[in-house]
């Protein structure tokens, strides 16, 4: 796993009159540094993990989690309407917060979960170990939750959970580190 980086005669030598951010973005031996961070696999093909701006170290360990991937598997539940896959560097694990299809519990949300993230080939570490069941919270354009191309607002989404997933997680004996 590491940074996806192209060399091309065709790739742009660089910013025009910005030498700071060429050499921000280019390895000194002239390959691009794409943002993307990725994996080989079989047959010299890529998989593409997610944007380097976008990874969060979760827990103590320092494992490198990509949300944004996790919740493409998670949302393919047929029992999820909406989710929020909230990754805390002070917490050990990651944690839905959902908005559930009819009257599916949290229980059998993780459940679907769970088995998602086995055919999706999900790493351990990004199976959430709690779902929040939030029925209440408007998550849209109008609310601020959600841009107008429909993309979570991360910051608006941290700040409406992360003190209850604190909390969920205390009461649930889910380790919070200080």
């Not at 940074?3 to 065709?10: A, H, K, L, T």
Request: hydrophobic share 40%; aromatic share 8%.
């Amino acid at each position: 796993m590491g940074e996806i980086c192209v060399y091309s005669p065709n790739c742009s030598p660089g910013y025009f009159k910005d030498p700071r951010r060429t050499a921000e973005a280019f390895v000194d031996n002239g390959w691009f540094k794409t943002g993307d961070v990725g994996v080989r696999l079989a047959g010299g093909r890529y998989a593409i993990l997610g944007r380097i701006a976008a990874a969060v170290r979760l827990g103590p360990q320092g494992t490198l989690t990509f949300p944004a991937a996790a919740e493409a598997v998670f949302e393919s539940s047929p029992l999820v309407e909406q989710l929020y896959l909230h990754v805390d560097p002070e917490l050990p694990c990651t944690v839905a917060v959902v908005k559930p299809r009819g009257t599916s519990t949290a229980d059998e949300v993780l459940e679907s979960l769970r088995e998602l993230a086995t055919a999706g080939g999900l790493q351990p570490h990004e199976v959430p170990k709690l779902v929040l069941i939030d029925r209440e919270t408007e998550w849209s354009e109008a609310s601020g939750m959600l841009t107008a191309q429909l993309k979570k607002r991360q910051p608006a989404f941290v700040r409406r959970y992360a003190t209850l997933v604190q909390q969920q997680c205390a009461a649930a004996g889910i380790l919070v580190t200080a």
